[in-house]
């Protein structure tokens, strides 16, 4: 069944879209400032507990399943730790409302998990996801717990969102997991389309996507992007922002978008792109459907380089060779050429006296002899080159592979893995998305 509002909720969705906040998104500038790239280490000392008052009764039930004033007050102040993000008379209804949305998807996901009998997450995953989680901002699980406990966040709060996530996390992988995977078409495509723009100017982004559907509206969105912006560039961590808040399938890693090509992106956001310095942060763009803010975290002209890999058989001729030395030399390699191959011409060449073969390893055209260019620039993969004269003699150059290289892009598994999660958290957003349409939500 369908959400069913109360007074409550709508006084929530009132508050988000009636805030008075940044200009008109096309007259203010695409940047809103600059980040503090240390943000991301673990605060040093406890935040101050929120001053915001509760009810401790029933706020919501999911199907038959409760949430608690007090469930969702512990909720906010996880959120509100786990971001850095201070709350404000301004901000507190959307992190009131993100804290509710989670909250809700926690009771999905545990029905979902429970369904599963031999789904069990321990007390050790939990554990050593604590351990980790402590480890990325330099500090001991037990400073980790002892922060939270001081932000007023019981520890139980923490271990049971751990244990759904996990939970989930393994249902989602598992149930997935075929579904997710890209074929060798699909890679050799996207490296194919890298390899087409490496020349093209490149960005290293964070993204942050408020989705407008799960915030209440357009205006929603845009009001709590401009919030959070606010937030990060007083301080607050981008990567934890944008796990907490983020829609973008990026947000399990931090929001990293990683590089961006110019022009693969909309309009709205190549803008942004073209405008933003390295370190800066831009102020929301609003798009179909949500909100994007966006971390200029790198940029790179993307001068490619054409990278191909050589292979040689030779007759050793000074330059002084007179013409009937070199007609004899061509008319030997002319004949041999028709029977080599990459794999076959180093073998034939130490079997017969007179040639010399070397494989010549993988380089960058431009480092060439210029006698090897052309052939390097344009012959197929795999040809074997008439007899070409050298001041060191006549050869036989094979084409053995040739690509796109340079820093710009990226190898091969990383596209695969990234076209693999971004298959799987598109399965597992369809999934949250059809479990909240058949579920019964009411807010009180």
């Known amino acids: 069944m369908g959400l069913r509002l109360s007074t409550t909720a709508m006084t929530i969705a009132a508050l988000l879209s009636g805030t008075a906040l940044a200009q008109v998104p096309g007259q203010q500038p695409a940047a809103a400032g600059a980040l503090n790239p240390g943000a991301e280490a673990a605060p040093q000392g406890a935040a101050a507990q929120p001053q915001f008052q509760m009810a401790d009764g029933i706020v919501a039930t999911v199907n038959d399943k409760i949430i608690t004033g007090f469930d969702l007050r512990q909720a906010m102040l996880l959120l509100i730790a786990m971001t850095q993000v201070q709350p404000t008379q301004e901000n507190l209804p959307a992190i009131q409302q993100q804290a509710l ?4 998807e926690q009771r999905l996901q545990n029905d979902e998990i429970a369904k ?15 351990a980790q989680s402590a480890q990325q901002v330099g500090t001991t699980p037990e400073n980790y717990m002892g922060f939270l406990r001081e932000a007023g966040i019981r520890p139980s709060t923490l271990r049971e969102q751990l244990r759904t996530e996990i939970g989930w996390r393994e249902l989602v992988g598992g149930r997935f997991n075929a579904r997710s995977r890209v074929s060798q078409a699909q890679v050799d495509q996207a490296v194919r389309q ?18 407008a559907a799960r915030v209440g509206g357009q205006q929603a969105a845009m009001n709590g992007a401009q919030q959070l912006v606010g937030q990060m560039v007083q301080g607050a961590p981008f990567m934890a922002v944008a796990r907490q808040f983020s829609a973008a399938p990026s947000a399990t890693n931090g929001g990293d978008a990683g590089w961006v090509v110019q022009g693969s ?39 490619a380089t ?7 058989v030779m007759i050793e001729l000074p330059e002084t060779a007179g013409e009937a030395e070199v007609a004899a030399a061509t008319q030997r390699l002319t004949a041999l050429q028709p029977q080599l191959t990459c794999d076959t011409m180093l ?13 010549l390893g993988e380089a960058d055209v431009s480092n060439l002899a210029p006698q090897f260019q052309q052939i390097a620039r344009s012959a197929e993969v795999g040809s074997i080159s008439t007899p070409v004269r050298t001041p060191l003699g006549l050869h036989l150059v094979a084409v053995c592979g040739r690509r796109v290289g340079g820093p710009e892009i990226p190898a091969r598994q990383e596209i695969e893995f990234r076209l693999r999660q971004a298959n799987l958290s598109m399965l597992a957003r369809r999934y949250m998305r059809d479990l909240r349409a058949d579920a019964l939500i009411e807010l009180k």
């Not at 949305?101 to 809700?104: A, G, M, Q, W, Y």
């Not at 890298?194 to 989705?211: D, T």
């Open 347 to 359: 073998g034939r060449a130490t079997s017969e006296a007179g040639l010399l073969g070397s494989d």
């Open 101 to 104: 949305n989670d909250l809700i």
């Open 194 to 211: 890298a390899e087409a723009s490496a020349s093209k100017p490149q960005y290293l982004i964070g993204e942050i996507y408020i989705e």
């Open 265 to 303: 992106v909309n309009p709205q956001l190549q803008a942004a792109l073209d405008t933003l310095e390295v370190g800066q942060l831009s102020n929301p763009i609003p798009v179909d459907g949500g909100v994007y803010i966006i971390y200029m975290r790198d940029k790179r002209s993307g001068a």
């Open 116 to 130: 599963y009998e031999t789904l069990i997450i321990s007390d050790e995953e939990v554990d050593r996801e604590i």
């Open 306 to 312: 054409s990278l191909v890999s050589l292979k040689q």
